[in-house]
């Protein structure tokens, strides 16, 4: 193995920290790619909440578009960009539902407000008027007054565990470092790509 190589998951970590040192309040923000019906590119932002060598974490509803379209075709993107940094990584691999327990254990983490809000939203839905989602706000307000929300069952985490992890540092002149892993069974093999 070579002396300068680092593992991408560890790479990805300092990276990560570096990003959320220097931009603290989006330094988690992901754009997440899924694939729709038609065989067509589909990307939003989400907030990537945890990550590991198994994989990179994040929370929705399992019933919106995003959720619809990762149970029906597993494969997506994910790409975090932190201009500050001229650094940005690019993720590609399957994403699948976490276990109950990881969501239920993130879920209760969450502020009262948004626990709420994942009863309330019918995310991805036509929504009639800001008017009817802040009813069903003020209605579970009450319902649930004096209690702790439980994590509705069709919201939670998926984990998305990749085959392709690629780093890409700015340079002068668009002479870009580009380093892409690519994973061979249960190892990782790197290579540098042009610019």
Not at 82 to 95: D, K, S
Not at 97 to 118: C, K, M, N, V
Not at 160 to 185: M, Q
Request: aromatic share 12%.
């Amino acid at each position: 193995m070579k002396a300068d190589w680092i593992e991408p998951f560890d790479r990805f970590r300092r990276v990560y920290l570096a990003a959320q040192q220097a931009l603290p309040d989006d330094y988690n923000a992901v754009t997440v790619a899924t694939v729709d019906e038609r065989g067509r590119p589909v990307a939003r932002i989400c907030l990537l909440k945890d990550f590991d060598p198994q994989g990179f974490v994040f929370f929705t509803n399992y019933n919106s578009r995003k959720g619809r379209e990762l149970r029906a075709n597993p494969a997506v993107a994910l790409c975090f960009y932190w201009p500050v940094l001229a650094e940005q990584v690019r993720i590609e691999g399957v994403g699948r539902s976490i276990d109950a327990d990881e969501s239920d254990a993130y879920f209760a983490t969450r502020p009262r407000i948004s626990q709420i809000g994942a009863w309330a939203s019918a995310q991805s839905a036509p929504l009639a008027s800001r008017a009817e989602l802040e009813n069903r706000v003020s209605q579970l307000t009450a319902q649930y007054e004096g209690r702790d929300v439980p994590r509705p069952l069709h919201w939670g985490g998926f984990r998305v565990k990749p085959d392709r992890i690629e780093f890409w540092k700015g340079h002068a002149f668009r002479l870009h470092y580009r380093d892409l892993y690519e994973r061979i069974d249960d190892s990782w093999r790197k290579s540098m790509l042009n610019p």
